[in-house]
């Protein structure tokens, strides 16, 4: 498959705002508040869920590698980290979001806020069990399931929101302007 110049430029750039986005947190014990979910939710919005997807699994993959750009790190090991299921949940989201944005005639709050919501509800899909299965079977730590659900989901889900609310509030206002200019989605007329 072959993608434009553009194309690579962009998917590359939406992994590193989303390396960016894991360094711009507020410790908090097992899982930080980030700013990834607000690049990874963008990245689907602008881009659509193809590209979007592929930012997404650069971002991931290049941590995977051992570049240190995930909140604690980098490595294959990372696996192995109770955040992990987030970064995979970011895959998800972002093709998601992208599925559910990218042929919308029209560009309202709504109509973005419910996908991004979507997108975040994968994250947190994945993210919580993730976080679960880890803590219970690697780390050898007894938690139970709404534990975990205290702890990686709870604390965060409004913020979450608030940004969910921050990238529809964003998309109403750039990505019309984009269309018009012919950079992403649909042409409006």
Do not use: H
Not at 24 to 42: E, R, S
Not at 50 to 56: A, C, E, M, N, R
């Amino acid at each position: 498959m072959k993608l434009k110049t553009r194309d690579m430029i962009l998917v590359g750039l939406f992994a590193a705002l989303t390396a960016i986005g894991a360094f711009l947190k507020i410790p908090t014990p097992i899982v930080p508040f980030t700013l990834q979910f607000l690049f990874c939710a963008f990245a689907g919005v602008f881009l659509g869920s193809k590209l979007g997807l592929y930012s997404q699994l650069l971002y991931v993959g290049i941590g995977l590698a051992g570049i240190p750009i995930f909140t604690k790190g980098g490595g294959i090991s990372y696996i192995f980290q109770p955040t992990f299921g987030y970064l995979i949940g970011f895959i998800l989201c972002a093709y998601i979001v992208g599925k559910m944005t990218e042929n919308l005639r029209e560009i309202k709050f709504m109509n973005v806020f419910l996908p991004v919501v979507t997108g975040l509800a994968a994250v947190y899909a994945v993210g919580v069990p993730y976080l679960y299965v880890i803590i219970n079977q690697y780390i050898g730590k007894e938690m139970s399931f709404m534990a975990a659900v205290k702890v990686g989901l709870v604390p965060y889900v409004v913020q979450d929101v608030l940004l969910s609310a921050l990238v529809a509030f964003t998309a109403t206002k750039v990505v019309p302007t984009l269309r018009r200019a012919g950079y992403v989605g649909i042409r409006q007329n």
